[in-house]
């Protein structure tokens, strides 16, 4: 480790492209947004119903320019003003992580200013410093996302303590495979979301799974609950209500979610809860712990949607905290689909 290799106010370019976003921003001094462009490729994906990775990686290829292109425009900076360049390193889908990190790598070598790999998760930890400049650790942090689900103790800045995490499907691909099941399209945590709201979120008492049980979670025997419960309407001829089906489901997972992140506070005895991944852009679980937080004098940082799903904004964020400590990558460094949390 060496001393800073960045200033406090340096422009850092983040790219991003571990799934289905190819996205791209400049951020400064670590908090200050000046461009966050996010392409999303949902579209693209939808027919199949999830991301298809040939398909994604491809898509970043196509894409890359015009959103590296739109991120300097936005921001009103030049090449030359770019003082490091951070990418997403791991954990994803390899080919499409490649594709960024081989652009931030290049990037990099091309400016000759230094670059940084970053770890997804650790980004979508840091979407709550930039929401909000004054967090400090320690807090607790519920990262819920398409790939992942976990909580977070982060002791302090960058070092994270995994608490507890999903022993199956992420949360976000639960969402995604009742939504699928429920012929709701995808992506589908926005369409369950959205369709929740004229639903009765009592209507059906789904499984709470792993509630009770310390701080891991578990989605498969909740989705196999939704489709036997589904299965069966359907064979009795009773009238479906899907807006039922999604609000309690949706309810089952927000009300295992919320139980989990406020006895995480109780055990580590902090009192800040940090949001962040794709799913904490739902608006029942955002409600529901302001609710829980606001009863228990719990400060909780929810980040914007547009900072909650993947983007580049959160990958230069986390880029400048560890280049302002020294830490850079290789250029000879590879993406890591299973890239371990840093410790
Ligand atoms: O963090 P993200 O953009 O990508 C990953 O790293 O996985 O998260 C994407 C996930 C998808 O599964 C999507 O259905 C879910 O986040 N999602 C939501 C909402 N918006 C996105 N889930 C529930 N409610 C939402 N409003
Ligand atoms: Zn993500």
């Not at 939808?46 to 970043?60: D, I, K, S, T, Y």
């Not at 030049?78 to 490649?98: F, H, K, Y």
């Not at 996302?145 to 639960?174: K, M, N, P, R, W």
């Not at 608006?283 to 228990?296: G, Q």
């Amino acid at each position: 480790m060496s001393g800073p290799l960045v200033s406090s106010d340096a422009r850092i370019l983040g790219i991003e492209t571990s799934c289905d976003e190819t996205a791209v921003a400049v951020v400064q001094g670590g908090r200050k947004i000046l461009s966050n462009v996010i392409a999303s490729q949902a579209k693209l994906h939808e027919p199949f119903g999830g991301v298809v990775p040939e398909l994604a990686a491809r898509a970043h290829v196509e894409r890359m320019p015009f959103v590296v292109d739109q991120a300097l425009r936005d921001a009103g900076v030049s090449w030359r003003e770019i003082d490091a360049v951070a990418a997403t390193q791991g954990p994803g889908l390899i080919g499409a992580l490649l594709v960024g990190f081989a652009t931030g790598k290049a990037t990099a070598a091309a400016l000759d200013v230094p670059f940084c790999g970053v770890h997804h998760l650790e980004g979508h930890v840091f979407a709550a410093t930039l929401a909000e400049p004054s967090l400090d650790a320690p807090y607790i942090a519920l990262v819920v996302s398409g790939g992942h689900t976990a909580i977070y103790h982060v002791i302090e800045q960058g070092t994270y303590q995994t608490l507890g995490a999903t022993l199956d499907d992420a949360a976000g691909e639960a969402f995604d495979k009742v939504a699928r099941f429920l012929g709701l399209g995808y992506p589908g945590g926005p369409a369950i979301d959205r369709l929740s709201k004229r639903g009765d979120a009592n209507a059906i008492e789904f499984p709470r799974a792993m509630s009770g049980q310390g701080l891991d979670f578990s989605y498969s025997g909740l989705k196999t609950a939704v489709v036997r419960y589904v299965q069966r309407a359907e064979r009795e001829g009773a009238n479906l209500v899907k807006a039922d089906v999604a609000a309690s489901f949706q309810e089952a997972v927000v009300d295992v979610q919320v139980e989990k992140v406020l006895l995480a506070c109780e055990q580590q005895e902090v009192s800040t809860i940090v949001l962040g991944g794709g799913v904490a852009a739902n608006t029942r679980l955002r409600e529901r712990l302001e609710m829980a937080c606001e009863k228990r004098a719990i400060r909780l940082i929810v980040p914007d949607r547009r900072l909650c799903v993947d983007n580049g904004a959160m990958i230069a964020a986390a880029g400048h905290f560890r280049l302002a400590r020294g830490e850079s990558t290789s250029l000879e460094a590879s993406a890591s689909p299973s890239l371990a949390l840093p410790g």
